[in-house]
């Protein structure tokens, strides 16, 4: 069973529109992260998040905007929607501390810009 | 630079014939190394953490081993279902970020 929750799961929208990526968990993790992967390719860190009112931009260069107002919410912004920037968006989420530092993702959104 | 590189990019098999997947990393003080295996669509799911050198883990047909310059995912008897594609992934000290491989993709024909 999921923590972590996505939405939407897909999402078809026209260039120029702004569009927001839902991302939360119930897993009280502090650290929150988004990646961007393309069709069989690998993934790329966009942001992260270590904890409420933090957030950091990744190693892929993204026009991507996050927040973190809520620890549970990591949510992802477009402001204005391109072709380039379909693709697969993961979320995921880890404990700050101790020695598993494995993530635990959601499903992902597949968004497509016409 | 520190990177993490798996192959063989793509792996076919036949139904029960073993085989092992390749990870190999170049990273500045290796903290932990991740397995996860993706589905079509889905987003990765955690198959096993290895800490250290000579540590291994296994779950149903697959076992996790851990060197100081790679780790092999090896698969037993493969099924149809174990085709997916299987990331590694490396965290190093001092960071907190994970640094993935581009995957294999493996496909398990009946």
């Known amino acids: 069973e999921a923590d972590i929750y996505q939405t939407p799961r897909y999402l078809v929208i026209g260039t120029g529109k702004k569009i927001t990526l839902e991302c939360s968990q119930t897993?009280?993790?502090?650290?929150m992260y988004w990646y961007q992967q393309d069709p069989g390719m690998e993934l790329h860190l966009i942001h992260y998040?270590?904890?409420?009112?933090?957030?950091e931009k990744g190693d892929l260069s993204s026009e991507s905007t996050v927040s973190r107002i809520r620890t549970e919410h990591f949510p992802l912004t477009l402001e204005s929607a391109r072709p380039s920037h379909t693709s697969q968006y993961l979320c995921?989420?880890?404990?700050?501390?101790?020695?598993?530092?494995?993530?635990?993702f959601g499903s992902g959104t597949r968004l497509t810009v016409v | 630079e520190d990177q993490v590189t798996q192959s063989p990019e793509a792996l076919r098999l036949q139904e029960g014939e073993s085989s092992s997947l390749n990870c190999s990393y170049t990273v500045s003080g290796l903290r932990g190394l991740f397995w996860y295996r993706q589905d079509p669509g889905k987003g990765p799911e955690f198959l096993f953490t290895?800490?250290?050198a000579g540590e291994e883990k296994e779950k149903e047909r697959l076992k996790a081993t851990l060197t100081k310059k790679e780790s092999f995912l090896h698969i037993t008897a493969p099924k149809p279902e174990d085709s997916a594609t299987y990331l590694c992934a490396a965290i190093i000290q001092g960071a907190q970020k994970l640094v993935f491989g581009q995957g294999t993709r493996l496909t398990i024909n009946p």
């Open positions: 995921a989420s880890s404990a700050l501390t101790g020695l598993n530092y494995g993530y635990t």
């Open positions: 290895l800490y250290s």
């Open positions: 897993m009280g993790h502090d650290k």
């Open positions: 998040s270590y904890g409420v009112n933090s957030t």
